[in-house]
């Protein structure tokens, strides 16, 4: 039987439509919100103040789930892996998004070509600390302590690449003194050594270890943004120190879906969590775990990103940062 070229016609218009409609009717079922972290930190907490209003201004429920392992990378690639239909969402931070490629190019995926952005979120700050017996009570004063004794000191991150690495490489060239990496399996051990005496210093999210900074169980040099966090004001950026200024680097967040995900899914998506992102009570409960809410668009999370790759490439090739 040969095809009627009306039938035809209507059949290709079907084709060309369908996704379209499919947008339109979007969403009709739970949407999966991967946080490529274990359940309890920055990523997590960030994930779990947003998804209910989320959930309520997109029309559906937001499951989080919760993807953990090789800094981020597992649960990225489980995102990129996913249909691209708006139902698969990713949190994503500097370090799965940009650090972990830059540092190991053999890891699968390209973020900026297989991901797609949605939304710049927030940024939080880290901050650099020490143990209170240090005989240096500014970053100045640590500065010169380093000087004295090139490679004595040793300073402990959640890992190789992170951001906390990096804060740390830069604070090194910066401040043109030697201090040893030592790269712990997350946080919590780096800053329990800290504290214990068994490490000088460890870079950190702000966040972490506020309670035992105010507790004057550690020392805190400085957080790692340019401006000071409104959790902690009394804590002074790193870039107050002359020879840091112009430091900043700081965690951030943004919203990504699979690479091919609709037009129309992904400007839905983006125009609801800008509603959500600005909705006062949300702002306030970010804020209340040292997190600045700060939202920008798809456009401006995909330049910020271009940004961020040139910079964060010179600090691993200065600092010969390699995969573990």
Known sequence: MAHHPIVSALFALLLMTGPLVHAQ?????????????????????????ISPRFGERLGAAIVIENVGGAGG?????????AAPDGYTLLLGSGSEILNSKIIN??????ATVDLAPIAFLCTGPMVLIGHP??????????????????????????????????AGELF???????????????????IADVMGGQMHLAVVSLVAVLPQIKAGKLRAYGVTT???????????????TRELAGFDVGVWWGLFAPAKTPRAILDKIERDITVVMGVEDTRTRLEQQSITPDVRSAAELAKF??????RIRKVVEAAGIKAE
């Open 25 to 49: 009717n979007y969403p009709t079922r739970p949407v999966t919100l991967v946080v490529p972290f274990p359940a309890g930190g920055s990523s997590d907490i960030i994930a779990r103040t």
């Open 73 to 81: 990378v597992v649960g990225t690639s489980r995102a990129v892996r």
């Open 105 to 110: 190019p053999k890891i699968a995926y390209d």
């Open 133 to 166: 017996s240090l005989p240096a009570a500014t970053a100045a004063d640590l500065l010169r302590l380093a000087r004295s004794r090139p490679g004595a000191l040793n300073f402990a991150t959640g890992g190789n690449g992170t951001p906390m690495h990096i």
């Open 172 to 190: 090194k060239m910066q401040g043109g003194v030697s201090i040893q990496h030592v790269p712990y399996k997350g946080a919590p051990p780096a």
């Open 226 to 240: 340019a401006a000071a966090s409104s959790t902690a004001p009394d804590i002074a950026p790193l870039a107050k």
């Open 305 to 310: 990103i271009q940004a961020e790759a040139v």
